[in-house]
């Protein structure tokens, strides 16, 4: 009995022939086995692309979750703000989407995440004692730095000025 005529579908044409070609060989990989994590998390491949990608999943935090991370990072996240005015306006302002937040219907949640608010003033007092650290580890770096720097040359006269003795211009 004769087999019937293979159908090839184009997809499988290319496939073959860019086999035949041998554009397959020698990939990145190739003959190592594949990891597929771990096989009991079922999200092992989002967190494995936030990897590679480089993503910040804290985005992806729920509401609460997110504004308690958020408050984690102050007041070292505020040491680059250079006026207190608007280091009280970042707090009041995370004060503001807390409150707003608590609004919220909470689904699902027992009992309901609550993010603190923050207290502007301790906030503005730690900001000063972190910038007057920074400032005062800045101002010791410089000092060190000069303090190792070699003091500057006094530029020499030209070999042929010194032979004829004749006075440069602008030297001593």
């Known amino acids: ?97 807390v409150l707003a937040d608590r609004l919220r219907p909470a689904f699902g949640q027992l009992p309901p995440l609550l993010a603190k608010t923050l207290d502007v003033d301790e906030m503005v007092e730690a900001w000063r004692g972190l910038r007057e650290e920074r400032e005062a580890e800045r101002a010791a770096a410089v000092a060190a730095a000069q303090a190792t720097a070699e003091p500057p040359t006094v530029p020499r006269r030209a070999w042929w000025r010194r032979v004829l003795r004749r006075p440069s211009i602008g030297a001593d």
């Open 1 to 97: 009995m004769s087999q019937p005529p293979y159908y090839e579908s184009l997809v499988d044409k290319a496939i073959r022939e860019a086999q035949e070609r041998g554009e397959f060989d020698n990939l990145p990989g190739a003959g190592k086995p594949l990891d597929l994590g771990d096989s009991n998390d079922p999200d092992w491949w989002i967190k494995r692309y936030a990897a590679r990608e480089d993503l910040d999943l804290g985005d992806a935090l729920p509401g609460p979750l997110a504004l308690r991370k958020e408050a984690s990072r102050y007041p070292d996240s505020l040491v680059a703000v250079g006026d207190e005015q608007h280091v009280r306006e970042i707090i009041e302002d995370y004060n503001k989407r």
